[in-house]
């Protein structure tokens, strides 16, 4: 990734094209794409199913849509172009309620990926929930890195509530367990804490630490 902040460097390092980042909710997926995008400067573009639904339809309207992708990232590099639930592109069966038309990019993302050249400092970041569900081998073939990122263990979720608690106006007295609360809280991610810290003993929410609460990841 971070060749990419040097056309120079970018030209003579290994050239990666796509990554893939896998794991459950929660996990800051979304987040590491938004800090790619920080730390080398870039544009952010979003291909995801959900966000081109409708928009140029037909297969001359997909044709023009990459086209302008690659001509306004090329432009504007460095680039990085987004997709969400990647592996929805390559999904064996979509469900039925599913109106995203999440396949479209099917043939067309691994060519335009492939025709990319090492000058060319555009980067394919997709992420997902269940990469399993998609086909394994497509999405090899189509992400060059695929980045796994677990639940947090006991030492993160410590650090994690020990920061929330007191970002919400709480406060560490010696009596508070935060071991026991860790050790309780084995499989939640970091999406899902903020959630059980803004809700009262007897079940009703905190509305004043609701609005200070950060977005998800």
């Not at 992420?127 to 990122?149: A, H, M, N, R």
């Not at 650090?159 to 367990?177: Q, S, V, Y």
Request: aromatic content about 4%.
């Amino acid at each position: 990734v971070l060749p990419m902040g040097s056309q120079t460097v970018h030209e003579t390092a290994p050239h990666v094209k796509s990554i893939m980042i896998a794991g459950p909710h929660g996990t800051g997926k979304r987040m590491l794409v938004n800090a790619i995008c920080s730390e080398l400067g870039a544009n952010l573009m979003d291909l995801s199913a959900e966000n081109i639904c409708g928009k140029y339809p037909g297969k001359a309207g997909l044709t023009m849509l990459l086209h302008l992708v690659l001509k306004v990232g090329k432009l504007l590099q460095p680039t990085v172009v987004y997709i969400g639930n990647a592996d929805k592109t390559f999904i064996k069966k979509v469900a039925k309620n599913d109106m995203s038309d999440p396949k479209r990019l099917k043939k067309e993302l691994p060519k335009i990926i492939k025709k990319m050249a090492p000058e060319d400092r555009i980067l394919f970041v997709g992420t997902s929930l269940t990469p399993w569900e998609g086909d394994v081998k497509s999405l090899c073939q189509c992400y060059q890195k695929i980045v796994l990122i677990p639940r947090p263990d006991y030492a993160s979720r410590y650090l994690l509530f020990k920061e929330l608690i007191t970002r919400h106006g709480g406060r560490l007295a010696p009596t508070l367990d935060l071991s026991s609360l860790a050790k309780i809280s084995d499989g939640y991610t970091p999406g899902s804490h903020p959630d059980r810290s803004q809700t009262r003993p007897n079940g009703a929410e905190n509305t004043t630490a609701a609005k200070k609460a950060p977005d998800r990841c």
